[in-house]
């Protein structure tokens, strides 16, 4: 197959802090450099994209040297954390903005579906929206023409198509949008995260049509995402970026295994230590939870597939009876989806010392979503230990929902996999 | 597929600039888009307001009414035997094209943000839809102009035009250029330093007295200071104002050395903005 797009020596360098104070000043220093023929003296300076990592220059790279080629009709993914570069890549391939060094040569028109619905206008009716979203991504009016029907009755919203966008509800403007740019041909396309849209239903058509338009129609995709079972399902090969450089480029199995165990490495992931977490009187200090696989790998991203092993290091300064440590899973949004308890164990009475409890979480229990842990520890009805605190981060992703291929995340706090049997008399 | 193609690459994304990078291939491609910015901005400019396209209307003709109480009724400017009002409507209705031009292109990047952030297109389309969407308000306000001069004509007022009508649609070149030349030149600045904003709203102002339109340039270097009377008859923009007039009224003074003289400056200026523009759009997203 033949290269379609080639990218060599990608950088992208952002000043941090401030724009505006003393831009003036490096502005004429840089145009003085360019003069006399020289290199620009801030492309210099500038340090790796750590955001932990507290910066000794105004100046940053979000992007360091990346090399890729794409191959006509290959669906490639590129995957890493928030703040890897991702989108930052992205737009220079959209050319919204332009790469600090190297280039980006291409063979075909790439358009984007970066966030759909750029350039609505709320007092524009739905169909003329759609012309003019089309043309804003690249479309000319007889192409949007022909496929004016189709996009309609994709998006479902016929009854609306002559009225005001701006009365639309937002999950309408969201799927006329997305029909809008999932019936663009560009010779590239470029897929940012819009599994993100709509309700199960739709997104359940939107990935269809992302199938369609990467398997059936030879299309060639970049396709970014965090979502390792959507990537899993597309890409035939990913690439991997971690603060601004390509750390793995290879097929997709062994990307998404490399993405999900290479976050071990990464500072606070998984893992929270703790220095000043006492109970009043000073009886129990909480040191340490993590999560990590059952063989102790630490890390917070998992599969619905894999058990999850919770520990939680705490010491005892002297004998207590009848104490609990409870861990509360919550959502983002702070519901509260279910709290376990250890008092069967620790009620009994526990020396002074060190102790380390473990939970496993079994496969197939959590949903697909991000869960809050947070832990308290108590005596009930006498006194409270540890006061509510929120201790780590769980991301769960999955492969399978219910037995179906389709990755859309079920409703629900919980996703348990429970016996259906037949009971025909 | 033979490996001849595969140096036939389609464009390059890179760093580099090129001075003048003006893709009218590019740009012929997104007609389409260009149009639809029109329809949209003419469309959507008035909706939920109670006068709707009326507005087009009531502000030139106040601000003839307010330029004809304050220069001629008690500045007791001379407008050589034509109606004050119908001078200053001739004045205001050009003037506010070219104002009309410049500050909407002005904040192209500021206000386009979102969409800039997120699709690529030439952004030469956004500031020209403008220029183009603002010629429908001209023709309305020129209508309104024939109106009261055929008024005037009915009431004996001495009046004719002149055969330099026939440069009409140069001097509509000539007013879209430096509107557009000078906005795409402040839009570029404003991403970066924002002082210019402020600049831009009192000193197109500013400008507007410096550019004949509530008095005839014969005025101006009668009675300004020197210094001042200079400026005027080099403002390119006295000189497209007056050219206005002299082809619709007949006043004033035409001279074909002013003329060519606005034309290749209306020019310059365009071609100083696209330079800029370009230069700014690669980047702007970085520091807007």
Wanted: hydrophobic fraction near 40%; charged fraction near 20%.
């Amino acid at each position: 197959m033949s290269i379609i797009l080639k990218a060599t020596n990608i950088s992208k360098q952002y000043r941090l802090g401030l724009v505006g104070t003393g831009t003036l000043s490096h502005d004429l220093n840089r145009w003085w450099h360019r003069v006399r023929g020289k290199d620009d003296p801030f492309l210099k300076v500038g340090s790796v994209n750590d955001r932990s990592v507290k910066a000794d220059s105004d100046y940053v790279w979000a992007l360091r040297d990346i090399n890729f080629e794409v191959k006509r009709g290959e669906v490639l993914g590129i995957i890493g954390k928030n703040g890897a570069g991702k989108s930052t890549l992205l737009k220079i391939l959209s050319r919204v903005t332009s790469p600090s060094t190297g280039e980006i040569k291409t063979k075909g028109r790439i358009a984007s579906l970066l966030e759909v619905g750029t350039g609505f206008h709320p007092e524009l009716t739905g169909r003329e929206n759609i012309y003019l979203n089309g043309a804003i991504l690249g479309m000319t009016k007889s192409e949007i023409k022909a496929k004016e029907n189709e996009i309609i009755e994709f998006s479902g919203c016929e009854r609306y198509v002559d009225t005001p966008v701006k009365r639309y509800s937002s999950g309408m403007r969201v799927r006329l949008a997305f029909a809008v740019a999932a019936h663009l041909e560009p010779d590239i396309l470029v897929i940012d995260e819009v599994l993100a849209v709509g309700d199960a239903e739709f997104q359940k058509k939107a990935i269809g049509k992302m199938q369609d338009i990467s398997k059936g129609e030879g299309r060639t995709v970049l396709f970014v995402s965090h979502n390792m079972a959507a990537v899993k399902g597309l890409c035939s090969r990913v690439v991997v970026l971690e603060n601004g450089m390509s750390v793995f480029e290879g097929e997709t199995k062994n990307a998404v295994d490399f993405y999900l165990n290479n976050q071990s490495n990464e500072s606070g992931a998984g893992s929270s230590e703790f220095k000043d977490v006492f109970s009043r009187k000073k009886e129990m200090q909480l040191l340490k939870v993590s999560t990590s696989d059952l063989s102790g790998r630490v890390r917070s991203t998992f599969m619905q597939s894999e058990s999850i092993l919770i520990k939680i290091d705490f010491k005892i300064n002297e004998y207590i009876k009848g104490m609990r440590v409870n861990m509360g899973f919550y959502n983002i949004s702070g519901t509260l989806a279910f709290v376990t308890s250890s008092h069967n164990l620790t009620g009994e009475g526990l020396n002074a010392g060190i102790h380390h409890l473990e939970l496993i979480i079994p496969s197939f229990l959590l949903n697909k979503i991000r869960y809050n842990l947070i832990l308290n520890a108590g005596i009930p009805g006498q006194k409270i230990l540890i006061a509510p605190l929120e201790v780590l981060v769980l991301d769960i992703e999955g492969e399978h929902a219910g037995g179906s291929t389709h990755v859309e995340r079920w409703p629900g706090m919980v996703s348990p996999k429970l016996d259906w049997r037949f009971n025909n008399l | 597929m033979s490996t001849s193609h595969d140096d036939q690459w389609l464009y390059t994304i890179s760093s580099k600039n090129k001075l003048i990078d003006l893709n009218f291939k590019e740009i012929w491609r997104y007609r389409d888009l260009l149009l639809l910015f029109v329809k949209r901005d003419i469309v959507t400019v008035y909706k939920q307001t109670i006068l709707g396209p009326l507005w087009y209307v009531i502000q030139p003709l106040f601000t003839s009414v307010i330029f004809t109480l304050v220069f001629n009724n008690l500045g007791n400017i001379s407008t050589g035997g034509i109606p004050p009002f119908l001078f200053n409507l001739a004045g205001i209705t050009a003037w506010s094209y070219f104002n009309n031009c410049l500050s909407g292109s002005s904040d192209t990047f500021k206000k386009n943000e979102n969409i800039f952030g997120k699709v690529y297109f030439p952004r030469v389309i956004m500031p020209m839809s403008i220029t183009i969407s603002n010629l429908l308000k001209l023709f309305i306000q020129l209508g309104i102009f024939i109106g009261f001069y055929i008024y005037y004509l009915s009431t004996g007022a001495n009046l004719s035009v002149n055969a330099n009508l026939l440069l009409f649609p140069i001097y509509l070149l000539m007013m879209a250029l430096l509107g557009l030349g000078i906005g795409m030149i402040l839009s570029s600045m404003t991403t970066k330093y924002r002082d210019m904003t402020v600049v831009i709203g009192f000193g197109v102002q500013l400008l507007m007295y410096m550019s004949a339109v509530p008095y005839p340039l014969s005025e101006a270097r009668k009675k300004f200071p020197e210094w001042v009377a200079t400026f005027v008859s080099y403002n390119p923009l006295s000189q497209i104002i007056e050219g206005f007039r002299y082809m619709l009224l007949d006043t004033g003074s035409f001279s074909w050395t002013g003329f060519f003289y606005t034309f290749t400056l209306s020019v310059i200026l365009f071609l100083i903005g696209i330079i800029i523009f370009n230069n700014t759009e690669k980047s702007f997203i970085d520091t807007v």
